[in-house]
């Protein structure tokens, strides 16, 4: 086990001891030649994990909603038009940015737990033309996971941005910044990356670049790209000062990852969730999010009839697990569960142990020890560290 509490909601998710050891180093100068190679190897590994030889990395203290807005106040202006693909809670929340910032949105947002049709996107491009398309690749709030590919295929060649909201899925999900044609992939280290919450994310493509300098100002001063640019060069330069402890910390989570390899922690992800997934169907429980859209990263999961959400997620607690309430619409109707990042075979043995408790405590009827045998054969082997 990695905590004594298993934190299994869809971020903050555990942080691996290693991780937590490098948080705990003294803190040092950050001008300090040993912290500048930190921040070196912090900005490579996560171009590497963006998988992209271009893409111009930018790590600053914050967390996802400021990657989320210098991804777009740098590369959008005031009286431009951003075409939102929302599915759900954080798609919706680059609405309410565009909106703060003088920025027109059409928002085309699915029914909750579904994804929006490519041919939606298709239309809309036909119509239209946007400064930037926005895609939440996975949204926290319902489980989905946005079909990017099929996205990108209709914006390859046009003249709209696009941003990606990787968030939830990046170090869980495969993210190919330069084949996807990205130009801003925005992030955050506390979910698939499995380092702590505090930092602001974002890979910027040339032309995402090109179209901050060609402005003279933007609305921001902190999160000005340009002001940042020369930091990200050369982490030796000052322009705020960084935080360096978490800077250590998620360079030494992106080693995790690099170790770990990309291929086989993305299977990984895809053998938890099926394995998760597999326990759920035995205990009876069934999935909010549609399927052939449903993300590895987190589990979206109807409650029970007649089950209310605070008594089960007390139930829950009080065997060691805490997972997530349902956001908006499904208040009360669902509970969220992460599985991502350093999550492995204990812990989602420990948490469908919880689950079967919790449910029979609720009078539930479950068949004792269903869940983790069907999940048991789908798990993965640990992985490498
Ligand atoms: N986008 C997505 C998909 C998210 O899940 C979240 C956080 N749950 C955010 C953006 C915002 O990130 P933060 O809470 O770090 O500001």
């Known amino acids: 086990m990695l905590e004594e509490t298993l934190t299994m909601i869809p971020g903050p998710t555990p942080v691996h001891p290693q991780v937590l050891a490098a948080l705990a180093r003294p803190t040092s100068s950050h001008v300090a030649p040993a912290f500048v190679e930190s921040f070196r190897k912090a900005l490579a590994g996560f171009q590497a994990l963006g998988q992209t030889a271009t893409g111009q990395p930018v790590i600053v203290a914050g967390g996802g909603t400021l990657a989320m807005e210098m991804g777009i106040i740098n590369v959008v202006a005031p009286g431009e038009r951003v075409l939102v693909l929302s599915h759900g809670y954080f798609g919706d929340r680059f609405r309410d940015l565009l909106e703060a910032f003088g920025i027109g949105c059409d928002l085309l ?8 049709a490519p041919a939606e996107l298709a239309a809309r491009l036909a119509a239209n033309r946007y400064a930037a398309v926005t895609i939440t690749h996975v949204d926290t709030s319902t489980g989905t996971l946005a079909p990017v590919e099929a996205y990108v295929d209709l914006l390859r060649g046009r003249p709209e941005l696009v941003i990606l909201d990787g968030v939830c899925a990046t170090g869980g999900i495969d993210e190919r ?5 990205l130009d801003v992939l925005l ?15 974002c890979l910027f493509s040339e032309r995402a670049l090109a179209r901050r300098r060609a402005r003279t100002a933007v609305p921001a001063y902190y999160a000005d790209l340009l002001r940042w640019l020369p930091v990200m060069q050369d982490p030796g330069r000052y322009y705020s000062t960084p935080c360096v402890n978490e800077i250590v910390a998620l360079g030494e989570a992106l080693g995790l ?18 394995a998760v997934r597999a326990g759920l169907d035995a205990l009876g429980l069934r999935l909010f999010t549609a399927a052939g859209c449903r993300a590895d990263t987190l589990s979206v999961i109807l409650l029970p009839e007649g089950i209310e959400d605070p008594a089960f997620r007390q139930a829950m607690a009080a065997r060691g697990a805490v997972v997530a309430g349902g956001l908006g619409p499904i208040a009360g109707k669902a509970f969220r569960l992460g599985h ?4 492995a075979a204990g812990e989602v043995v420990a948490v469908l142990g919880a689950l079967e408790g919790s449910l029979q405590a609720l009078g539930v009827r479950v068949e004792p020890g269903a869940a983790i045998a069907a999940a048991a054969p789908l798990l993965p082997a640990p992985a490498p560290r």
């Open 109 to 116: 947002q699915a029914p909750w737990g579904q994804a929006v």
């Open 177 to 181: 910044f330069d084949d996807w044609g």
């Open 187 to 201: 992030t955050a280290p506390q979910k698939a990356i499995g380092a702590p919450p505090g930092l602001a994310l």
């Open 257 to 274: 990852i690099q170790r770990e390899g990309l291929a086989a922690r993305f299977a990984r992800h895809g053998r938890i969730a099926a």
């Open 340 to 343: 991502m990042g350093n999550i």
